[in-house]
């Protein structure tokens, strides 16, 4: 069964932004190659204000990715996200059913 997911990653700005970007390609390579799809397209947010420091940093790069992909298959890429140094923080949350359907994300059964 195919789950909804949103993936927040905020990018370290000690890279350039081509690289911060690049980290949008290499996440949706990762949720096709688990099976899943990308529903509409990457969110790119830019460079943003930290509400506090994060490991003496006060900006990052943010984008939002929206995704459908079967439970659990998205194991690997937290894996590599926690794992990389660039990324700062990351957050996969799954959607409840009724914020996925209004966003549109559901299959017609």
Not at 40 to 53: C, E, L, T
Not at 101 to 106: A, N, S, V
Request: net charge negative; hydrophobic share 40%; glycine share 8%.
């Amino acid at each position: 069964m195919m789950r909804a997911y949103e993936l927040m990653v905020i990018v370290d700005t000690d890279v350039d932004e081509p690289v911060a970007q690049s980290w949008v390609k290499t996440a949706t390579e990762a949720i096709g190659a688990a099976g899943g799809s990308v529903h509409g397209k990457p969110d790119w947010w830019g460079k943003r204000p930290f509400a506090y420091p994060i490991h003496k940093k006060e900006t990052g790069y943010y984008f939002v990715i929206e995704c459908l992909a079967p439970a659990g298959s998205l194991d690997e890429l937290e894996r590599s996200l926690r794992l990389a140094d660039d990324i700062v923080r990351h957050k996969l949350i799954r959607l409840p059913e009724s914020e996925a359907e209004r966003r549109g994300m559901t299959a017609a059964a």
